[in-house]
């Protein structure tokens, strides 16, 4: 065995040492667990994201979001809860928008988010003495997520699966073909709403993760 090969084996065997004293801290288990959870709401969502063209929804609102976090700084309120209610008033004013134009989807979802971003944008720069890091509030901080935090994510998965699962022949339909769906007695409405709350709730709750 040349000194070379010796040399990687013990380079490789540090480097897995060095990672399993990571997993071993607390704050890296939990990033982790959060991961795992919010990754596997996410898979549950996403493919019914996807097929009904709900992406670009998901982005907006990750976005506009930033205008939810603001007003809770302003508020003095629980920056969790702001952007739950934040979120879910999202969905239902977007709904509510799509409805009623004639403008596309992504050409609503753009005007709305972009407007959000700049007004978050320019009341951040107003509030005095605030030194918040622009970045963490856009993309979160995975290594910071609490105990609470999983609490939060776990009870999302149990609510997204019990969802999902008593409600997939409709889903499914709905998402394949919607007006076969009306036919057979589905309430399209009512399901598409139920759906875009749902995914405005997980969108807003995974955010600060």
Same mark, same amino acid.
């Given at each position: 065995?040349?000194?070379?090969?010796?040399?990687?084996?013990?380079?490789?065997?540090?480097?897995?040492?060095?990672?399993?004293?990571?997993?071993?801290?607390?704050?890296?288990q939990r990033a982790m667990l959060g991961g795992i959870l919010t990754g596997m709401t996410g898979g549950l969502l996403g493919s019914f994201v996807i097929l009904r063209q709900l992406s670009f929804f998901?982005?907006?609102?990750?976005?506009?979001?930033?205008?939810?976090?603001?007003?809770?700084?302003?508020?003095?309120? *629980?920056?969790?809860?702001?952007?739950?209610?934040?979120?879910?008033?999202?969905?239902?004013?977007?709904?509510?928008?799509?409805?009623?134009?004639?403008?596309?989807?992504?050409?609503?979802? *753009?005007?709305?988010?972009?407007?959000?971003?700049?007004?978050?944008?320019?009341?951040?720069?107003?509030?005095?003495?605030y030194r918040g890091n622009l970045n963490q509030l856009l993309f979160g901080e995975i290594l910071g997520i609490s105990p609470a935090a999983l609490w939060t994510s776990g009870i999302l998965l149990l609510?997204?699966?019990?969802?999902?699962?008593?409600?997939?022949?409709?889903?499914?339909?709905?998402?394949?073909?919607?007006?076969?769906?009306?036919?057979?007695?589905?309430?399209?409405?009512?399901?598409?709403?139920?759906?875009?709350?749902?995914?405005?709730?997980?969108?807003?709750?995974?955010?600060?993760?």
């Amino acid at each position: 065995m040349s000194a070379t090969t010796v040399t990687e084996g013990k380079a490789m065997l540090e480097g897995w040492v060095r990672v399993v004293e990571l997993l071993q801290l607390p704050f890296m288990q939990r990033a982790m667990l959060g991961g795992i959870l919010t990754g596997m709401t996410g898979g549950l969502l996403g493919s019914f994201v996807i097929l009904r063209q709900l992406s670009f929804f998901s982005d907006a609102l990750g976005h506009s979001a930033l205008l939810g976090i603001v007003l809770g700084v302003l508020l003095g309120l *629980n920056p969790t809860v702001v952007l739950m209610v934040f979120g879910v008033g999202f969905a239902l004013g977007v709904t509510f928008v799509l409805e009623r134009t004639q403008l596309s989807a992504d050409a609503v979802l *753009n005007i709305i988010y972009s407007s959000s971003l700049a007004l978050a944008v320019i009341a951040l720069s107003l509030l005095p003495g605030y030194r918040g890091n622009l970045n963490q509030l856009l993309f979160g901080e995975i290594l910071g997520i609490s105990p609470a935090a999983l609490w939060t994510s776990g009870i999302l998965l149990l609510i997204s699966s019990a969802y999902v699962g008593l409600t997939l022949p409709s889903q499914m339909l709905l998402t394949l073909d919607e007006p076969l769906a009306r036919a057979r007695g589905v309430q399209v409405g009512w399901q598409k709403l139920a759906f875009v709350v749902l995914l405005a709730v997980v969108v807003a709750l995974s955010i600060r993760s």
